[in-house]
Protein backbone atom coordinates (compact mmCIF):
# COMPACT_ATOMS: atom_id res chain seq x y z
CA UNK A 1 0.00 0.00 0.00
CA UNK A 2 1.61 3.46 -0.97
CA UNK A 3 1.80 6.46 1.56
CA UNK A 4 -0.78 8.41 0.04
CA UNK A 5 -3.36 5.80 0.37
CA UNK A 6 -1.92 5.12 3.71
CA UNK A 7 -2.84 8.82 5.31
CA UNK A 8 -6.07 8.51 2.95
CA UNK A 9 -7.71 5.64 4.87
CA UNK A 10 -6.45 7.29 8.34
CA UNK A 11 -8.59 10.21 7.32
CA UNK A 12 -11.37 8.01 6.32
CA UNK A 13 -11.56 5.58 9.58
CA UNK A 14 -11.60 8.77 11.95
CA UNK A 15 -13.96 10.38 10.41
CA UNK A 16 -16.38 7.26 9.94
CA UNK A 17 -16.82 7.18 13.60
CA UNK A 18 -18.79 10.90 13.35
CA UNK A 19 -21.19 10.33 10.53
CA UNK A 20 -24.77 9.87 12.20
CA UNK A 21 -26.38 6.74 11.97
CA UNK A 22 -28.07 5.85 8.60
CA UNK A 23 -26.46 8.65 6.57
CA UNK A 24 -25.51 7.67 3.97
CA UNK A 25 -24.31 10.78 1.62
CA UNK A 26 -23.60 9.94 -2.33
CA UNK A 27 -23.22 13.59 -3.17
CA UNK A 28 -20.53 16.39 -1.63
CA UNK A 29 -20.72 20.09 -1.43
CA UNK A 30 -17.43 22.30 -1.36
CA UNK A 31 -17.87 25.55 -0.52
CA UNK A 32 -14.96 28.43 1.16
CA UNK A 33 -15.00 28.74 5.05
CA UNK A 34 -16.86 32.17 4.28
CA UNK A 35 -19.86 30.78 2.98
CA UNK A 36 -23.40 31.03 4.93
CA UNK A 37 -25.45 28.08 3.68
CA UNK A 38 -28.71 28.04 3.16
CA UNK A 39 -32.01 27.72 4.90
CA UNK A 40 -33.14 24.64 4.02
CA UNK A 41 -29.85 22.45 4.36
CA UNK A 42 -30.40 20.81 7.65
CA UNK A 43 -26.14 20.56 9.60
CA UNK A 44 -26.74 17.11 12.01
CA UNK A 45 -23.13 17.77 13.01
CA UNK A 46 -19.91 18.79 12.53
CA UNK A 47 -15.55 18.11 12.83
CA UNK A 48 -13.19 20.44 12.25
CA UNK A 49 -10.39 19.44 9.80
CA UNK A 50 -7.72 19.89 12.04
CA UNK A 51 -9.04 17.26 14.01
CA UNK A 52 -8.76 14.81 11.34
CA UNK A 53 -5.52 12.84 11.03
CA UNK A 54 -3.29 12.53 9.98
CA UNK A 55 -1.29 16.08 10.21
CA UNK A 56 -0.91 18.28 7.03
CA UNK A 57 2.33 19.49 6.66
CA UNK A 58 2.46 23.38 6.67
CA UNK A 59 -1.30 23.26 8.50
CA UNK A 60 -2.61 26.70 9.36
CA UNK A 61 -3.64 27.01 12.93
CA UNK A 62 -5.88 29.66 11.68
CA UNK A 63 -7.82 27.01 9.27
CA UNK A 64 -11.10 27.05 10.11
CA UNK A 65 -12.35 24.28 7.80
CA UNK A 66 -15.39 22.21 8.64
CA UNK A 67 -16.95 19.19 7.51
CA UNK A 68 -20.87 19.32 8.02
CA UNK A 69 -22.49 16.15 7.57
CA UNK A 70 -26.21 17.41 6.94
CA UNK A 71 -29.69 17.12 4.69
CA UNK A 72 -30.86 18.84 2.09
CA UNK A 73 -34.54 17.91 2.31
CA UNK A 74 -34.42 14.27 2.51
CA UNK A 75 -31.42 13.91 0.45
CA UNK A 76 -28.20 13.01 2.80
CA UNK A 77 -25.38 15.19 1.71
CA UNK A 78 -21.26 15.62 3.57
CA UNK A 79 -20.00 19.22 3.00
CA UNK A 80 -16.73 20.29 2.93
CA UNK A 81 -16.74 23.87 4.09
CA UNK A 82 -13.19 25.22 3.34
CA UNK A 83 -10.10 24.38 0.82
CA UNK A 84 -6.67 24.15 1.53
CA UNK A 85 -5.33 26.58 -1.70
CA UNK A 86 -1.99 25.89 -3.14
CA UNK A 87 -1.07 29.87 -2.41
CA UNK A 88 -1.16 28.65 0.84
CA UNK A 89 1.47 26.47 0.62
CA UNK A 90 -0.14 23.32 0.59
CA UNK A 91 0.88 20.58 -1.93
CA UNK A 92 -0.66 19.49 -4.80
CA UNK A 93 -1.30 15.90 -3.09
CA UNK A 94 -2.93 17.94 0.02
CA UNK A 95 -5.88 19.50 -1.95
CA UNK A 96 -6.69 15.98 -3.38
CA UNK A 97 -6.51 14.47 -0.18
CA UNK A 98 -9.92 16.00 0.34
CA UNK A 99 -11.15 14.36 -2.65
CA UNK A 100 -10.11 10.80 -1.99
CA UNK A 101 -11.24 11.38 1.03
CA UNK A 102 -14.78 11.38 -0.56
CA UNK A 103 -14.28 8.62 -2.57
CA UNK A 104 -14.15 6.45 0.46
CA UNK A 105 -17.16 7.76 1.93
CA UNK A 106 -19.14 6.49 -1.09
CA UNK A 107 -19.20 10.02 -2.47
CA UNK A 108 -20.45 9.62 -6.28
CA UNK A 109 -21.09 13.37 -7.57
CA UNK A 110 -19.37 16.42 -5.93
CA UNK A 111 -21.07 19.69 -6.47
CA UNK A 112 -17.92 22.73 -6.20
CA UNK A 113 -18.58 26.66 -5.54
CA UNK A 114 -15.00 29.27 -6.03
CA UNK A 115 -15.24 32.84 -6.61
CA UNK A 116 -14.05 34.14 -9.67
CA UNK A 117 -12.79 37.01 -11.44
CA UNK A 118 -14.98 37.85 -14.66
CA UNK A 119 -13.23 37.73 -18.45
CA UNK A 120 -15.56 37.53 -20.11
CA UNK A 121 -17.48 41.25 -21.54
CA UNK A 122 -20.94 39.65 -21.73
CA UNK A 123 -20.89 38.37 -17.83
CA UNK A 124 -21.87 40.50 -15.00
CA UNK A 125 -20.21 40.62 -11.20
CA UNK A 126 -22.97 39.59 -9.31
CA UNK A 127 -23.98 36.80 -11.01
CA UNK A 128 -23.11 33.13 -11.37
CA UNK A 129 -20.97 31.07 -13.65
CA UNK A 130 -21.81 27.51 -14.61
CA UNK A 131 -18.73 26.02 -15.58
CA UNK A 132 -18.36 23.35 -18.25
CA UNK A 133 -14.83 22.82 -18.37
CA UNK A 134 -11.16 24.19 -17.63
CA UNK A 135 -7.89 25.19 -18.53
CA UNK A 136 -5.22 24.46 -16.21
CA UNK A 137 -2.14 27.16 -15.92
CA UNK A 138 -1.28 26.18 -12.64
CA UNK A 139 2.14 24.26 -13.67
CA UNK A 140 1.10 21.34 -11.29
CA UNK A 141 -1.51 19.11 -10.40
CA UNK A 142 -2.49 16.39 -8.13
CA UNK A 143 -1.72 13.35 -10.12
CA UNK A 144 1.89 13.79 -10.19
CA UNK A 145 4.22 11.66 -8.97
CA UNK A 146 3.42 7.98 -8.08
CA UNK A 147 0.24 6.70 -8.98
CA UNK A 148 -1.65 4.11 -6.65
CA UNK A 149 -4.03 2.04 -9.32
CA UNK A 150 -6.27 1.81 -6.27
CA UNK A 151 -7.28 5.38 -6.37
CA UNK A 152 -7.89 5.90 -10.14
CA UNK A 153 -5.66 4.60 -13.64
CA UNK A 154 -2.34 6.63 -14.45
CA UNK A 155 -3.53 8.81 -17.29
CA UNK A 156 -7.40 9.36 -16.72
CA UNK A 157 -9.81 10.70 -19.47
CA UNK A 158 -10.29 14.47 -18.85
CA UNK A 159 -13.11 14.54 -22.11
CA UNK A 160 -16.24 14.87 -19.58
CA UNK A 161 -13.94 16.78 -16.63
CA UNK A 162 -17.46 18.60 -15.70
CA UNK A 163 -19.82 15.95 -15.98
CA UNK A 164 -22.50 16.46 -18.87
CA UNK A 165 -25.26 15.19 -17.17
CA UNK A 166 -24.52 16.96 -13.77
CA UNK A 167 -24.37 20.15 -15.98
CA UNK A 168 -27.72 19.56 -17.76
CA UNK A 169 -29.66 19.14 -14.41
CA UNK A 170 -27.86 22.40 -13.11
CA UNK A 171 -29.13 23.96 -16.35
CA UNK A 172 -32.68 22.73 -15.77
CA UNK A 173 -33.20 24.27 -12.25
CA UNK A 174 -31.47 27.71 -13.82
CA UNK A 175 -34.01 28.02 -16.04
CA UNK A 176 -36.78 26.95 -13.90
CA UNK A 177 -36.01 29.67 -11.52
CA UNK A 178 -35.24 32.27 -14.01
CA UNK A 179 -31.40 32.63 -13.34
CA UNK A 180 -28.94 33.51 -16.43
CA UNK A 181 -26.80 30.96 -17.19
CA UNK A 182 -23.19 31.98 -18.22
CA UNK A 183 -21.44 28.69 -19.38
CA UNK A 184 -17.86 29.31 -18.53
CA UNK A 185 -14.79 27.83 -19.46
CA UNK A 186 -12.66 28.26 -15.72
CA UNK A 187 -9.07 29.36 -15.71
CA UNK A 188 -7.57 27.87 -13.36
CA UNK A 189 -4.07 29.64 -12.21
CA UNK A 190 -1.88 30.06 -8.76
CA UNK A 191 -3.01 33.23 -7.35
CA UNK A 192 -2.88 35.06 -4.67
CA UNK A 193 -2.00 38.18 -6.51
CA UNK A 194 -4.13 39.72 -9.10
CA UNK A 195 -4.46 39.58 -12.56
CA UNK A 196 -2.16 42.42 -14.72
CA UNK A 197 -4.23 43.95 -17.79
CA UNK A 198 -2.07 41.96 -20.03
CA UNK A 199 -2.57 38.57 -18.08
CA UNK A 200 -6.23 39.66 -18.43
CA UNK A 201 -6.45 39.93 -21.82
CA UNK A 202 -4.10 36.76 -22.49
CA UNK A 203 -6.43 35.06 -20.69
CA UNK A 204 -8.95 35.23 -22.28
CA UNK A 205 -7.99 35.46 -26.09
CA UNK A 206 -6.89 31.58 -24.75
CA UNK A 207 -10.92 30.90 -24.57
CA UNK A 208 -11.73 31.92 -20.64
CA UNK A 209 -14.62 33.18 -19.68
CA UNK A 210 -13.83 33.25 -15.21
CA UNK A 211 -10.60 32.53 -13.57
CA UNK A 212 -9.66 31.18 -9.91
CA UNK A 213 -7.71 29.44 -7.43
CA UNK A 214 -9.44 26.18 -6.40
CA UNK A 215 -11.55 24.41 -8.92
CA UNK A 216 -8.85 22.56 -11.74
CA UNK A 217 -6.83 20.47 -8.48
CA UNK A 218 -10.52 19.23 -6.90
CA UNK A 219 -11.49 18.25 -10.75
CA UNK A 220 -8.67 16.50 -12.09
CA UNK A 221 -8.15 14.13 -8.56
CA UNK A 222 -12.40 13.62 -8.72
CA UNK A 223 -12.04 12.65 -12.18
CA UNK A 224 -8.76 10.31 -10.96
CA UNK A 225 -11.06 8.98 -8.35
CA UNK A 226 -14.43 8.21 -10.72
CA UNK A 227 -16.43 10.79 -8.72
CA UNK A 228 -18.43 13.21 -11.34
CA UNK A 229 -18.11 16.66 -10.81
CA UNK A 230 -19.78 19.95 -11.24
CA UNK A 231 -19.19 23.27 -10.47
CA UNK A 232 -20.45 27.17 -10.42
CA UNK A 233 -18.70 30.57 -9.72
CA UNK A 234 -19.73 33.56 -7.83
CA UNK A 235 -18.51 36.38 -10.24
CA UNK A 236 -17.40 39.22 -7.56
CA UNK A 237 -14.72 40.86 -9.51
CA UNK A 238 -14.17 42.39 -13.56
CA UNK A 239 -10.88 41.53 -15.45
CA UNK A 240 -11.86 42.40 -18.95
CA UNK A 241 -8.86 44.38 -20.02
CA UNK A 242 -10.20 47.31 -21.51
CA UNK A 243 -12.23 48.01 -18.65
CA UNK A 244 -9.18 47.36 -16.23
CA UNK A 245 -6.98 50.10 -17.98
CA UNK A 246 -9.72 53.17 -17.62
CA UNK A 247 -10.80 51.66 -13.57
CA UNK A 248 -9.76 54.42 -11.13
CA UNK A 249 -11.24 52.80 -8.22
CA UNK A 250 -8.49 52.38 -5.43
CA UNK A 251 -7.67 48.98 -4.10
CA UNK A 252 -10.02 49.48 -0.66
CA UNK A 253 -13.09 50.21 -3.00
CA UNK A 254 -12.30 47.06 -5.25
CA UNK A 255 -11.95 45.42 -2.12
CA UNK A 256 -15.94 46.45 -0.80
CA UNK A 257 -17.39 46.20 -4.83
CA UNK A 258 -15.89 42.76 -4.84
CA UNK A 259 -17.77 42.05 -1.09
CA UNK A 260 -20.91 43.48 -2.44
CA UNK A 261 -20.54 41.38 -5.34
CA UNK A 262 -19.88 38.22 -3.20
CA UNK A 263 -22.94 38.74 -0.76
CA UNK A 264 -25.36 38.97 -4.50
CA UNK A 265 -24.07 36.01 -6.03
CA UNK A 266 -24.18 34.17 -2.83
CA UNK A 267 -27.34 35.12 -2.74
CA UNK A 268 -28.70 34.08 -5.94
CA UNK A 269 -27.32 30.60 -5.69
CA UNK A 270 -28.56 30.21 -2.17
CA UNK A 271 -32.16 30.57 -3.84
CA UNK A 272 -31.77 27.31 -5.64
CA UNK A 273 -28.61 25.60 -4.27
CA UNK A 274 -31.03 22.86 -2.08
CA UNK A 275 -32.86 22.26 -5.19
CA UNK A 276 -29.41 22.22 -6.89
CA UNK A 277 -29.04 19.61 -4.69
CA UNK A 278 -31.79 17.55 -4.55
CA UNK A 279 -31.50 17.67 -8.63
CA UNK A 280 -28.38 15.30 -8.84
Known sequence: MTEQRKRILESVKAIKKHIPVKLKPKVALI???????????????????????PKIENFDKENKGKIYYAKAGSRDLIIFKGRFHFYEGYSMRDIGHIIYIMS?????????VDEVGN??????????????DHINLMGDNPLIGENDEELGIRFPDMSNAYDK?????????????KVRINESVYLSIIGPQTETEAEARFYREIGS??????????????????IKFAAIGLITRDLIADRMLEDKRSVEEKKKDAQNNRRYAHSELNKILVKLIKSL
Open 165 to 177: KMFERIVKVFQDN
Open 31 to 53: VDDNYTLPYGINILKKLDYKDIP
Open 104 to 112: YLGIEKILS
Open 119 to 132: LNPRFECGELALIY
Open 209 to 226: DVLGYSLAPENITAVHAK
